[in-house]
Protein backbone atom coordinates (compact mmCIF):
# COMPACT_ATOMS: atom_id res chain seq x y z
CA UNK A 1 0.00 0.00 0.00
CA UNK A 2 2.88 2.30 1.11
CA UNK A 3 4.61 1.42 -2.04
CA UNK A 4 1.51 2.13 -4.05
CA UNK A 5 0.95 5.43 -2.55
CA UNK A 6 4.65 6.50 -3.06
CA UNK A 7 4.49 5.57 -7.32
CA UNK A 8 1.18 7.41 -7.62
CA UNK A 9 3.34 10.45 -5.62
CA UNK A 10 5.95 10.03 -8.20
CA UNK A 11 3.25 9.95 -11.12
CA UNK A 12 1.90 12.77 -10.26
CA UNK A 13 4.87 14.83 -10.25
CA UNK A 14 5.96 13.31 -13.80
CA UNK A 15 2.96 13.70 -15.63
CA UNK A 16 3.00 17.04 -14.29
CA UNK A 17 6.33 17.50 -15.60
CA UNK A 18 5.31 16.17 -18.43
CA UNK A 19 2.42 18.25 -19.19
CA UNK A 20 4.00 21.66 -18.50
CA UNK A 21 6.89 20.45 -21.02
CA UNK A 22 4.14 20.11 -23.67
CA UNK A 23 2.36 23.65 -22.95
CA UNK A 24 5.91 25.23 -22.93
CA UNK A 25 6.96 23.71 -25.77
CA UNK A 26 3.59 24.61 -27.95
CA UNK A 27 3.71 28.37 -26.45
CA UNK A 28 7.53 28.89 -27.51
CA UNK A 29 6.55 27.66 -31.28
CA UNK A 30 3.96 30.01 -31.64
CA UNK A 31 5.98 33.30 -29.47
CA UNK A 32 8.63 32.06 -32.23
CA UNK A 33 6.19 32.16 -35.04
CA UNK A 34 4.84 36.18 -33.89
CA UNK A 35 8.41 36.89 -33.16
CA UNK A 36 9.17 36.56 -36.76
CA UNK A 37 6.27 38.03 -38.07
CA UNK A 38 6.80 41.04 -35.80
CA UNK A 39 9.99 40.82 -37.33
CA UNK A 40 9.09 40.61 -40.23
CA UNK A 41 7.02 44.02 -39.51
CA UNK A 42 9.82 45.47 -38.17
CA UNK A 43 12.15 45.39 -41.28
CA UNK A 44 9.75 46.71 -43.32
CA UNK A 45 9.39 49.48 -40.85
CA UNK A 46 12.77 50.04 -40.94
CA UNK A 47 13.20 49.62 -44.25
CA UNK A 48 10.73 52.49 -44.96
CA UNK A 49 11.98 54.45 -42.48
CA UNK A 50 15.17 54.40 -44.46
CA UNK A 51 13.93 55.08 -47.44
CA UNK A 52 12.05 58.26 -45.80
CA UNK A 53 15.18 59.31 -44.93
CA UNK A 54 17.17 59.16 -47.46
CA UNK A 55 14.20 60.46 -49.63
CA UNK A 56 14.48 63.36 -46.99
CA UNK A 57 17.75 63.95 -47.55
CA UNK A 58 17.68 64.02 -51.71
CA UNK A 59 14.64 66.40 -51.15
CA UNK A 60 17.57 68.41 -49.13
CA UNK A 61 20.07 68.46 -51.50
CA UNK A 62 17.75 69.21 -54.37
CA UNK A 63 16.31 72.39 -51.95
CA UNK A 64 19.57 73.45 -51.86
CA UNK A 65 20.52 72.75 -56.06
CA UNK A 66 17.20 75.03 -56.54
CA UNK A 67 18.21 77.72 -54.68
CA UNK A 68 21.36 77.63 -56.17
CA UNK A 69 20.12 77.64 -59.53
CA UNK A 70 18.03 80.10 -58.27
CA UNK A 71 20.65 82.64 -57.26
CA UNK A 72 22.34 81.94 -60.56
CA UNK A 73 19.18 82.54 -62.32
CA UNK A 74 19.43 86.07 -60.40
CA UNK A 75 22.97 86.80 -60.78
CA UNK A 76 22.42 86.67 -64.39
CA UNK A 77 19.72 88.57 -63.97
CA UNK A 78 21.12 91.49 -62.13
CA UNK A 79 24.35 91.34 -64.60
CA UNK A 80 21.84 92.30 -67.51
CA UNK A 81 19.58 94.66 -65.55
CA UNK A 82 23.28 96.32 -64.51
CA UNK A 83 24.18 96.81 -68.24
CA UNK A 84 20.99 98.12 -69.60
CA UNK A 85 18.71 99.96 -68.02
CA UNK A 86 15.57 98.20 -69.61
CA UNK A 87 16.34 94.90 -68.13
CA UNK A 88 16.40 96.76 -64.60
CA UNK A 89 13.06 97.67 -65.17
CA UNK A 90 12.07 94.32 -66.29
CA UNK A 91 13.95 92.46 -63.33
CA UNK A 92 12.05 94.51 -60.38
CA UNK A 93 8.64 93.63 -62.14
CA UNK A 94 10.02 89.85 -61.92
CA UNK A 95 11.44 89.70 -58.53
CA UNK A 96 7.55 91.67 -57.69
CA UNK A 97 6.12 88.98 -59.61
CA UNK A 98 7.90 86.10 -58.09
CA UNK A 99 7.19 87.03 -54.42
CA UNK A 100 3.65 87.34 -55.19
CA UNK A 101 3.43 84.06 -57.33
CA UNK A 102 4.80 82.60 -54.04
CA UNK A 103 7.79 80.69 -55.95
CA UNK A 104 10.48 82.39 -53.91
CA UNK A 105 11.65 82.05 -50.46
CA UNK A 106 10.55 85.66 -48.79
CA UNK A 107 10.90 87.56 -45.32
CA UNK A 108 9.95 90.73 -43.43
CA UNK A 109 8.34 91.54 -40.77
CA UNK A 110 5.28 89.79 -39.68
CA UNK A 111 3.13 87.42 -37.32
CA UNK A 112 3.04 83.78 -36.19
CA UNK A 113 -0.37 82.68 -35.15
CA UNK A 114 -0.48 79.17 -33.63
CA UNK A 115 -3.78 77.24 -33.72
CA UNK A 116 -4.29 74.46 -31.32
CA UNK A 117 -7.29 71.54 -30.04
CA UNK A 118 -8.29 73.38 -26.69
CA UNK A 119 -7.19 71.64 -23.83
CA UNK A 120 -11.08 70.78 -22.75
CA UNK A 121 -11.57 69.36 -25.44
CA UNK A 122 -10.91 66.14 -24.17
CA UNK A 123 -13.65 66.61 -20.84
CA UNK A 124 -15.80 68.56 -22.63
CA UNK A 125 -19.53 66.82 -23.76
CA UNK A 126 -19.18 68.50 -27.04
CA UNK A 127 -15.82 67.88 -28.29
CA UNK A 128 -16.25 69.45 -31.96
CA UNK A 129 -16.45 72.74 -30.19
CA UNK A 130 -12.84 72.90 -28.65
CA UNK A 131 -11.09 71.46 -31.55
CA UNK A 132 -9.57 73.27 -34.64
CA UNK A 133 -12.18 73.38 -37.72
CA UNK A 134 -10.64 74.68 -41.34
CA UNK A 135 -13.13 77.17 -41.35
CA UNK A 136 -11.65 78.68 -38.37
CA UNK A 137 -8.10 78.31 -40.51
CA UNK A 138 -9.94 79.92 -43.19
CA UNK A 139 -11.08 83.00 -40.86
CA UNK A 140 -7.43 83.74 -39.42
CA UNK A 141 -6.34 83.44 -43.01
CA UNK A 142 -8.75 85.75 -44.64
CA UNK A 143 -8.82 88.67 -41.64
CA UNK A 144 -4.50 88.34 -42.15
CA UNK A 145 -5.33 88.86 -45.84
CA UNK A 146 -8.14 91.63 -45.60
CA UNK A 147 -5.17 93.09 -42.69
CA UNK A 148 -2.89 93.16 -45.82
CA UNK A 149 -0.74 90.32 -45.38
CA UNK A 150 1.79 89.94 -48.17
CA UNK A 151 2.47 86.27 -48.07
CA UNK A 152 1.05 83.82 -45.94
CA UNK A 153 2.16 80.01 -45.08
CA UNK A 154 0.51 77.58 -43.32
CA UNK A 155 2.55 74.71 -41.44
CA UNK A 156 5.30 75.41 -44.01
CA UNK A 157 2.74 75.76 -47.43
CA UNK A 158 3.09 78.97 -49.21
CA UNK A 159 -0.31 80.07 -50.24
CA UNK A 160 -0.51 80.66 -53.53
CA UNK A 161 -3.23 81.76 -56.21
CA UNK A 162 -4.59 78.74 -56.22
CA UNK A 163 -4.28 76.97 -52.63
CA UNK A 164 -6.78 75.47 -50.94
CA UNK A 165 -6.63 74.44 -47.09
CA UNK A 166 -8.39 70.98 -46.38
CA UNK A 167 -9.05 69.45 -42.83
CA UNK A 168 -8.90 65.61 -42.51
CA UNK A 169 -9.75 64.31 -38.82
CA UNK A 170 -6.70 65.79 -37.01
CA UNK A 171 -4.48 67.42 -39.91
CA UNK A 172 -4.69 70.25 -42.45
CA UNK A 173 -3.95 69.68 -45.95
CA UNK A 174 -2.41 72.50 -47.61
CA UNK A 175 -1.35 72.92 -51.25
CA UNK A 176 -1.98 68.67 -50.68
CA UNK A 177 0.42 68.39 -48.18
CA UNK A 178 -0.99 66.83 -45.18
CA UNK A 179 0.45 68.10 -41.75
CA UNK A 180 -1.02 67.60 -38.10
CA UNK A 181 -1.66 70.19 -35.54
CA UNK A 182 -0.61 72.47 -34.24
CA UNK A 183 -1.24 74.50 -37.34
CA UNK A 184 0.74 77.43 -37.51
CA UNK A 185 -0.15 80.70 -39.58
CA UNK A 186 2.60 82.62 -40.40
CA UNK A 187 2.30 85.96 -42.57
CA UNK A 188 4.53 88.67 -43.96
CA UNK A 189 2.79 92.71 -43.13
CA UNK A 190 2.88 94.98 -40.90
CA UNK A 191 2.77 93.17 -37.44
CA UNK A 192 1.07 95.94 -35.92
CA UNK A 193 -1.98 95.95 -38.48
CA UNK A 194 -1.97 92.33 -38.97
CA UNK A 195 -2.23 91.51 -34.83
CA UNK A 196 -4.83 94.59 -34.48
CA UNK A 197 -7.18 92.59 -37.47
CA UNK A 198 -6.92 89.59 -35.24
CA UNK A 199 -7.68 91.49 -31.71
CA UNK A 200 -10.49 93.37 -33.15
CA UNK A 201 -13.07 93.55 -30.24
CA UNK A 202 -15.54 90.51 -31.52
CA UNK A 203 -13.28 89.54 -33.93
CA UNK A 204 -11.53 86.43 -34.63
CA UNK A 205 -8.95 86.37 -31.83
CA UNK A 206 -12.45 87.04 -29.24
CA UNK A 207 -14.27 84.28 -31.08
CA UNK A 208 -12.01 81.64 -31.13
CA UNK A 209 -10.46 82.01 -28.26
CA UNK A 210 -13.74 80.62 -25.95
CA UNK A 211 -12.86 77.86 -27.98
CA UNK A 212 -9.41 76.69 -29.22
CA UNK A 213 -6.07 77.80 -28.14
CA UNK A 214 -4.99 80.13 -30.09
CA UNK A 215 -1.59 82.06 -30.06
CA UNK A 216 -0.95 85.12 -31.94
CA UNK A 217 3.51 86.60 -31.74
CA UNK A 218 4.34 89.26 -33.61
CA UNK A 219 7.88 89.18 -35.15
CA UNK A 220 10.48 91.21 -36.32
CA UNK A 221 11.20 88.73 -39.02
CA UNK A 222 9.22 85.74 -40.39
CA UNK A 223 10.74 83.69 -43.18
CA UNK A 224 8.02 81.63 -45.46
CA UNK A 225 9.42 78.94 -47.66
CA UNK A 226 8.71 78.98 -51.65
CA UNK A 227 5.86 77.24 -53.00
CA UNK A 228 7.42 73.99 -54.80
CA UNK A 229 5.91 72.32 -57.45
CA UNK A 230 4.48 75.24 -59.53
CA UNK A 231 5.94 74.06 -63.09
CA UNK A 232 4.00 70.93 -62.63
CA UNK A 233 0.83 72.61 -62.22
CA UNK A 234 -0.84 73.59 -66.02
CA UNK A 235 -1.64 77.33 -66.21
CA UNK A 236 -3.41 77.03 -69.65
CA UNK B 1 -8.32 -4.53 -6.87
CA UNK B 2 -5.25 -4.14 -9.05
CA UNK B 3 -7.41 -3.11 -11.76
CA UNK B 4 -9.25 -0.49 -9.70
CA UNK B 5 -5.80 1.22 -8.98
CA UNK B 6 -4.59 1.22 -12.27
CA UNK B 7 -7.70 3.32 -13.32
CA UNK B 8 -6.94 5.56 -10.41
CA UNK B 9 -3.38 6.19 -11.62
CA UNK B 10 -4.36 6.46 -15.25
CA UNK B 11 -7.08 9.03 -14.19
CA UNK B 12 -4.85 10.54 -12.31
CA UNK B 13 -1.93 10.57 -14.42
CA UNK B 14 -4.41 13.13 -17.14
CA UNK B 15 -5.75 15.00 -14.48
CA UNK B 16 -2.15 16.25 -13.21
CA UNK B 17 -0.86 16.77 -17.06
CA UNK B 18 -3.93 18.98 -17.84
CA UNK B 19 -3.10 20.88 -14.45
CA UNK B 20 0.06 21.62 -15.89
CA UNK B 21 -0.80 22.15 -19.41
CA UNK B 22 -3.18 25.26 -17.82
CA UNK B 23 -0.76 26.28 -15.69
CA UNK B 24 1.69 27.17 -17.77
CA UNK B 25 -0.72 28.94 -20.55
CA UNK B 26 -2.12 30.82 -17.52
CA UNK B 27 1.51 32.27 -16.27
CA UNK B 28 2.79 32.92 -19.64
CA UNK B 29 0.01 34.55 -21.04
CA UNK B 30 0.02 36.68 -17.75
CA UNK B 31 3.71 37.43 -17.83
CA UNK B 32 4.23 37.95 -21.49
CA UNK B 33 1.26 40.58 -22.66
CA UNK B 34 1.05 40.76 -26.47
CA UNK B 35 3.23 42.81 -28.27
CA UNK B 36 1.62 45.79 -29.65
CA UNK B 37 2.69 46.82 -32.69
CA UNK B 38 5.20 50.35 -32.39
CA UNK B 39 4.06 52.38 -35.59
CA UNK B 40 2.03 51.64 -38.41
CA UNK B 41 3.46 51.06 -41.95
CA UNK B 42 0.33 52.58 -43.36
CA UNK B 43 1.51 56.10 -41.70
CA UNK B 44 5.01 55.87 -43.14
CA UNK B 45 4.02 54.89 -46.25
CA UNK B 46 1.94 57.70 -46.31
CA UNK B 47 4.92 59.97 -45.38
CA UNK B 48 7.16 58.59 -47.87
CA UNK B 49 4.76 59.15 -50.13
CA UNK B 50 4.81 62.93 -49.33
CA UNK B 51 8.22 63.05 -49.87
CA UNK B 52 8.57 61.07 -53.42
CA UNK B 53 5.75 63.78 -54.30
CA UNK B 54 7.90 66.76 -52.89
CA UNK B 55 10.93 65.11 -54.67
CA UNK B 56 9.20 64.73 -58.04
CA UNK B 57 7.89 68.53 -57.62
CA UNK B 58 11.58 69.75 -56.63
CA UNK B 59 12.73 67.96 -59.83
CA UNK B 60 10.28 69.37 -61.78
CA UNK B 61 11.30 72.90 -60.59
CA UNK B 62 14.92 72.29 -60.80
CA UNK B 63 14.76 71.83 -64.70
CA UNK B 64 12.65 74.78 -65.34
CA UNK B 65 15.48 76.96 -63.74
CA UNK B 66 17.84 74.74 -65.30
CA UNK B 67 16.50 75.78 -68.79
CA UNK B 68 15.72 78.95 -67.75
CA UNK B 69 19.58 79.54 -67.04
CA UNK B 70 20.34 77.98 -70.23
CA UNK B 71 18.62 80.04 -71.68
CA UNK B 72 20.17 82.96 -70.58
CA UNK B 73 23.76 81.80 -70.97
CA UNK B 74 22.78 80.76 -74.81
CA UNK B 75 21.30 83.97 -75.90
CA UNK B 76 23.39 85.68 -77.89
CA UNK B 77 21.86 88.86 -78.03
CA UNK B 78 21.31 91.59 -75.33
CA UNK B 79 17.87 91.87 -77.33
CA UNK B 80 16.97 87.73 -76.80
CA UNK B 81 18.02 87.76 -73.27
CA UNK B 82 15.50 90.37 -72.38
CA UNK B 83 12.82 88.89 -74.21
CA UNK B 84 13.94 85.92 -72.03
CA UNK B 85 13.34 87.39 -69.26
CA UNK B 86 10.29 89.33 -70.35
CA UNK B 87 8.54 85.53 -70.94
CA UNK B 88 9.94 84.76 -67.65
CA UNK B 89 8.24 87.45 -66.04
CA UNK B 90 4.64 86.74 -67.32
CA UNK B 91 5.01 83.19 -66.66
CA UNK B 92 5.21 84.45 -63.06
CA UNK B 93 2.88 87.12 -63.72
CA UNK B 94 0.35 84.38 -64.52
CA UNK B 95 0.89 82.06 -61.72
CA UNK B 96 0.26 85.15 -59.35
CA UNK B 97 -3.03 85.00 -60.87
CA UNK B 98 -2.33 88.79 -63.10
CA UNK B 99 -3.09 87.82 -66.62
CA UNK B 100 -6.32 86.68 -67.52
CA UNK B 101 -6.25 82.39 -68.19
CA UNK B 102 -8.39 80.35 -70.35
CA UNK B 103 -9.08 77.13 -70.47
CA UNK B 104 -12.12 74.53 -70.13
CA UNK B 105 -14.08 74.62 -66.51
CA UNK B 106 -17.08 75.59 -65.34
CA UNK B 107 -19.32 78.02 -64.41
CA UNK B 108 -21.89 78.02 -61.04
CA UNK B 109 -24.24 80.16 -60.77
CA UNK B 110 -25.81 80.89 -57.56
CA UNK B 111 -29.31 81.98 -57.87
CA UNK B 112 -32.66 82.85 -55.52
CA UNK B 113 -34.69 79.38 -55.68
CA UNK B 114 -37.72 79.34 -57.61
CA UNK B 115 -41.20 77.52 -55.93
CA UNK B 116 -44.00 76.66 -58.04
CA UNK B 117 -47.30 76.34 -56.80
CA UNK B 118 -47.27 72.23 -57.72
CA UNK B 119 -43.98 71.76 -56.35
CA UNK B 120 -44.76 72.52 -53.10
CA UNK B 121 -46.85 69.90 -52.72
CA UNK B 122 -44.00 67.38 -53.24
CA UNK B 123 -41.39 66.31 -51.31
CA UNK B 124 -39.64 68.88 -51.93
CA UNK B 125 -38.40 70.79 -48.13
CA UNK B 126 -40.07 73.81 -47.60
CA UNK B 127 -38.47 77.09 -48.02
CA UNK B 128 -36.91 78.64 -45.00
CA UNK B 129 -38.92 81.69 -44.54
CA UNK B 130 -36.75 84.62 -44.13
CA UNK B 131 -33.79 82.40 -44.29
CA UNK B 132 -30.41 82.86 -44.26
CA UNK B 133 -28.42 85.08 -46.79
CA UNK B 134 -25.31 84.08 -48.26
CA UNK B 135 -22.36 85.23 -46.11
CA UNK B 136 -18.40 85.32 -46.35
CA UNK B 137 -17.54 82.16 -45.34
CA UNK B 138 -20.08 80.23 -47.49
CA UNK B 139 -18.15 81.75 -50.56
CA UNK B 140 -15.00 80.86 -49.27
CA UNK B 141 -16.35 77.05 -48.55
CA UNK B 142 -17.26 76.97 -51.80
CA UNK B 143 -13.87 78.69 -53.50
CA UNK B 144 -12.17 76.04 -51.27
CA UNK B 145 -13.99 73.25 -52.66
CA UNK B 146 -12.84 74.40 -56.24
CA UNK B 147 -9.18 74.84 -55.65
CA UNK B 148 -9.00 71.59 -53.88
CA UNK B 149 -10.65 69.28 -56.57
CA UNK B 150 -8.06 71.26 -58.97
CA UNK B 151 -9.39 73.99 -59.69
CA UNK B 152 -6.46 76.21 -61.41
CA UNK B 153 -7.98 79.94 -61.09
CA UNK B 154 -10.73 81.31 -59.76
CA UNK B 155 -13.74 84.42 -59.95
CA UNK B 156 -16.71 85.80 -58.40
CA UNK B 157 -18.31 87.71 -60.36
CA UNK B 158 -15.89 88.87 -62.42
CA UNK B 159 -12.89 88.88 -59.94
CA UNK B 160 -10.18 86.88 -59.42
CA UNK B 161 -9.03 85.37 -56.67
CA UNK B 162 -5.09 85.16 -56.12
CA UNK B 163 -3.47 84.51 -53.00
CA UNK B 164 -4.01 87.70 -51.24
CA UNK B 165 -7.24 87.77 -51.69
CA UNK B 166 -9.99 88.39 -48.64
CA UNK B 167 -13.92 87.79 -49.01
CA UNK B 168 -15.29 89.26 -46.32
CA UNK B 169 -19.11 90.82 -44.92
CA UNK B 170 -18.93 94.25 -44.90
CA UNK B 171 -22.05 95.14 -43.78
CA UNK B 172 -24.64 93.43 -45.38
CA UNK B 173 -22.65 92.78 -48.97
CA UNK B 174 -20.05 90.74 -49.01
CA UNK B 175 -16.64 92.61 -50.02
CA UNK B 176 -13.77 90.76 -52.27
CA UNK B 177 -10.65 92.42 -51.61
CA UNK B 178 -11.63 96.46 -52.30
CA UNK B 179 -14.75 95.16 -54.56
CA UNK B 180 -18.33 94.43 -53.25
CA UNK B 181 -20.21 91.95 -55.05
CA UNK B 182 -24.12 91.62 -55.09
CA UNK B 183 -25.98 88.38 -55.68
CA UNK B 184 -26.21 86.62 -57.51
CA UNK B 185 -23.15 84.95 -57.59
CA UNK B 186 -21.37 83.97 -60.43
CA UNK B 187 -17.99 81.76 -60.15
CA UNK B 188 -15.96 80.99 -62.76
CA UNK B 189 -13.43 77.74 -62.04
CA UNK B 190 -11.06 76.83 -64.30
CA UNK B 191 -10.05 72.49 -64.61
CA UNK B 192 -11.36 69.66 -65.09
CA UNK B 193 -15.06 70.30 -65.68
CA UNK B 194 -16.11 66.51 -65.05
CA UNK B 195 -13.99 66.52 -61.74
CA UNK B 196 -15.25 69.85 -60.56
CA UNK B 197 -18.85 68.87 -60.89
CA UNK B 198 -18.99 65.38 -59.37
CA UNK B 199 -16.73 67.38 -56.48
CA UNK B 200 -19.60 69.74 -55.83
CA UNK B 201 -22.03 66.88 -55.54
CA UNK B 202 -19.86 64.94 -53.33
CA UNK B 203 -19.93 67.97 -50.74
CA UNK B 204 -23.40 68.67 -51.54
CA UNK B 205 -23.00 72.32 -52.46
CA UNK B 206 -26.19 71.87 -53.89
CA UNK B 207 -27.99 70.74 -50.55
CA UNK B 208 -26.16 73.32 -48.90
CA UNK B 209 -27.36 76.32 -50.35
CA UNK B 210 -30.79 75.17 -50.42
CA UNK B 211 -31.02 75.75 -46.82
CA UNK B 212 -31.16 79.36 -47.70
CA UNK B 213 -33.45 79.15 -50.39
CA UNK B 214 -30.54 79.41 -53.38
CA UNK B 215 -30.32 77.10 -56.08
CA UNK B 216 -26.74 76.26 -57.69
CA UNK B 217 -27.05 75.65 -61.32
CA UNK B 218 -23.33 74.38 -62.50
CA UNK B 219 -22.55 73.59 -66.08
CA UNK B 220 -19.47 72.86 -67.91
CA UNK B 221 -17.65 75.15 -70.80
CA UNK B 222 -14.92 74.05 -73.25
CA UNK B 223 -13.84 77.37 -73.07
CA UNK B 224 -13.78 79.55 -70.08
CA UNK B 225 -12.13 83.17 -69.31
CA UNK B 226 -10.94 83.72 -66.24
CA UNK B 227 -10.23 87.74 -66.04
CA UNK B 228 -6.75 89.31 -64.51
CA UNK B 229 -6.61 90.31 -61.08
CA UNK B 230 -6.88 93.87 -61.42
CA UNK B 231 -6.29 94.99 -57.36
CA UNK B 232 -3.05 96.97 -57.05
CA UNK B 233 -0.34 95.51 -54.78
CA UNK B 234 2.57 97.10 -53.08
CA UNK B 235 5.56 95.07 -51.83
CA UNK B 236 6.38 97.27 -48.22
CA UNK B 237 7.34 94.30 -45.76
CA UNK B 238 8.18 91.17 -47.91
CA UNK B 239 11.73 91.08 -49.47
CA UNK B 240 13.29 87.63 -51.38
CA UNK B 241 15.11 85.33 -49.17
CA UNK B 242 19.07 85.25 -50.70
CA UNK B 243 20.51 82.94 -48.52
CA UNK B 244 19.80 79.36 -47.60
CA UNK B 245 17.15 79.48 -43.85
CA UNK B 246 17.11 77.14 -41.75
CA UNK B 247 13.85 75.55 -42.51
Known amino acids: MNRRNKFHVYLTIVTFCTGFLVATSIETTKLMRKERMNDQLFQQETQLNERILSEKE ?9 LDLQRQVGKVEEAMANRKEEAAQILSQLDAARMQAGVVAVEGPGIVVTMQDSQHA ?3 PDITNYIVHEHDVRLVVNELRLAGAEAISINGQR ?4 SSIRCIG ?3 IVNGVK ?5 VVSAIGDPATLEGALNLPGGVLQTLQDFVQIDVAKQSSVQLPAFVGDAKSKHS | MLQKSRKITFILAIISAIIGVMLTVQLRSSLDPVHKESRSIAELRASLQKELEKHKNLLADISKYNQLYYQYETSLSEDESLSVMREELARN ?6 VAVEGPGIVLNIVDQVYDEHMMDEHVPPPVIGGYTIDDEDLRWLVNILFANGAQAVSVNGHRLISTTAIRNVGDVIQIDTRTVQPPYEMKALGEPEVLLSALKLEGVEE ?5 NKHVIAEKQDNLMIPANTEERYIRFMKTVKEKGDS
Open chain 1, 122 to 124: ASS
Open chain 1, 170 to 172: PTI
Open chain 1, 179 to 183: SAAPF
Open chain 1, 159 to 162: LVSN
Open chain 2, 208 to 212: YFQLS
Open chain 1, 58 to 66: QNRHLENQL
Open chain 2, 93 to 98: RKMGGM
